[in-house]
């Protein structure tokens, strides 16, 4: 029985998913706007990946604030703050008034915004669910946003392609609309916090890091997402850059890759959120996902056929889900509630921050030599990295 039989679960699955389909429809959008207005491999990165940047820097300073937060208060919130700012993106582009500095501006305060959800998000699942469907909602939540992978960027280049990118800077902003309601009504279930919370912020921030490296399973865990995210998933974030660059600037092309990439999560994600895997598989999948993931980044780099590139990205969507799924799993079945977001969100500030790293280098690498000669060096480094450290960590 998967956490779908759950019916509080079922509707935030489904609104949640209509607000997710927004959040790639506008990363894409933005992303495109970008290529168009600059040409250039730096901005159309630096904008594409500044809705993530700012949880890696940010998250774990507002995990510890979010410890105690009323769930149910700050997802309202913040959700209502984020249909605010896509509604600008929208608006702005009505006016004909954007610039690579608006589109980099409005990314960046979303960015921010989406740090401070991260915790939220992240335990907001445990507080819907039951623990024992607890494995199956975290796979579940993870197919739906993998799911927007596919069919995000499949409208936003439906959209652009026969509309405009007004219509589909709108159709982003509204998506938040239905998971509002949801979010006032759900009912949920209570959580053990530390009730001296507020009262040392630094100590509970360092607590938070020691936890997770005193604990080897979730240290070694936290090493594999950074090694995957800055190495592999990096490259996978920046379909534009890659699109515009190695693609011939086609929108229909940037659409087929970036599609291609989701199908492969959302495989990765189905196959998660069926429940049948248990700790130890998850474990023993992490190293090959690795390897699949630095072979393809190589391939990827040696050519420029669209076909090859796109089944490329749909292994390392695969490879990284499951990479992702798998650690964030691990992590959720070791910690306890009253340490959750804290120790969640440096996966997240891990995956995120190093992603965003990743790709910035690429888009700068991009500017002075052809993007291809970063693309091969970020796997052969990685695996270099991981082979070096993997001893420390065992």
Not at 36 to 59: D, Y
Not at 158 to 163: E, G, P, Q, R, S
Request: aromatic share 14%; glycine share 8%.
């Amino acid at each position: 029985m998967t956490a779908l039989s759950h019916r509080p679960f079922l509707a935030y699955f489904i609104t949640n998913s209509i607000s997710l389909l927004g959040l790639w429809i506008q990363k894409i959008g933005v992303g495109w706007l970008t290529w168009q207005l600059t040409e250039s491999t730096f901005w159309t990165s630096f904008v594409t990946l500044a809705l993530m940047a700012p949880a890696g820097i940010l998250g774990p300073f507002f995990a510890v604030w979010a410890e105690n937060w009323n769930m149910r208060r700050a997802s309202i919130v913040l959700k209502f703050l984020m249909f605010i700012l896509a509604s600008s993106v929208w608006y702005l582009q009505l006016l004909e008034l954007h610039s690579v500095y608006s589109l980099a501006l409005l990314s960046i305060f979303h960015g921010i915004l989406s740090a401070m959800y991260h915790p939220v998000r992240l335990v907001f699942v445990s507080v819907i669910v039951e623990k024992k469907f607890l494995g199956s909602a975290i796979g579940l939540n993870s197919a739906s946003f993998n799911a927007s992978r596919v069919i995000g960027p499949s409208l936003a280049g439906f959209f652009i392609f026969f509309f405009n990118l007004e219509i589909t800077f709108l159709i982003s902003a509204l998506s938040y609309l239905p998971l509002l309601p949801f979010l006032f009504l759900v009912p949920l279930r209570d959580r053990t916090t530390s009730k001296n919370q507020e009262k040392n912020f630094i100590k509970n921030f360092k607590d938070g890091f020691q936890i997770a490296l005193e604990t080897q399973i979730i240290s070694s865990s936290l090493f594999i997402v950074f090694v995957n995210a800055f190495f592999v998933r990096g490259i996978l974030e920046i379909q534009p850059t890659i699109a515009g660059e190695l693609l011939l600037g086609s929108s229909t092309n940037l659409s087929i890759i970036t599609v291609t990439a989701g199908i492969g999560a959302l495989l990765s994600s189905i196959w998660t959120s069926a429940g049948k895997l248990k700790k130890h598989n998850l474990i023993t999948l992490l190293f090959p996902m690795l390897i699949f993931g630095f072979i393809s980044s190589l391939i990827m780099g040696l050519t420029s056929n669209l076909i090859l590139i796109s089944i490329l990205f749909l292994v390392m969507g695969f490879s990284t889900t499951m990479i992702g799924i798998s650690t964030q799993t691990i992590i959720q079945l070791e910690v306890e509630d009253r340490f959750r977001a804290r120790i969640l969100t440096w996966w997240s500030s891990l995956s995120f921050g190093s992603l965003t790293l990743g790709g910035i280098i690429l888009g700068i690498c991009g500017e002075f030599f052809p993007i291809n000669f970063g693309i091969i060096l970020m796997p052969v480094f990685g695996f270099t990295i991981y082979r070096y450290f993997f001893a420390k960590f065992n």
